[in-house]
């Protein structure tokens, strides 16, 4: 069994910044991608970044310049540095991680509110 565990949401004022963490705990032989996703009410689940293993990272549109996806391998742990946040950025945040165990499969967080407000 495979766990994903985020931590770092909240409240915060527009313009106002917050780190996301996720660690993947279990029977991890190796992680390849991890990423961010979120969903705002309503809406579908959107991706917001993610990263491979070796370091390459992508990002939404709307996320350049702003969020900042890294990841410490040794931890199995991947991060979301949110700077310049806006009221539309609210949603749930959960990570993902593509994980071997045996076979690839691939696991979710139970995801972390970030409410961006004034």
């Known amino acids: 069994q495979v766990q994903l565990v985020e931590s770092g949401g909240g409240l915060v004022q527009p313009g106002g910044s917050l780190r996301l963490s996720c660690a993947a705990s279990?029977?991890?032989?190796?992680?390849?991608?991890m990423g961010w996703y979120r969903q705002a009410p309503g809406k579908q689940r959107e991706l917001v970044a993610a990263?491979?293993?070796?370091?390459?990272?992508n990002y939404r549109d709307s996320a350049k310049g702003r969020f900042t996806i890294s990841r410490d391998n040794a931890k199995n742990t991947v991060y979301l540095q949110m700077n310049s946040l806006k009221p539309e950025d609210t949603a749930v945040y959960y990570c993902?991680?593509?994980?071997?165990?045996?076979?690839?499969?691939?696991?979710w967080g139970q995801g972390t509110q970030v409410t961006v407000s004034s």
């Open positions: 279990g029977s991890i032989f190796s992680i390849n991608a």
């Open positions: 993902r991680a593509d994980v071997y165990s045996g076979s690839w499969l691939y696991y």
């Open positions: 990263i491979t293993s070796g370091g390459s990272t």
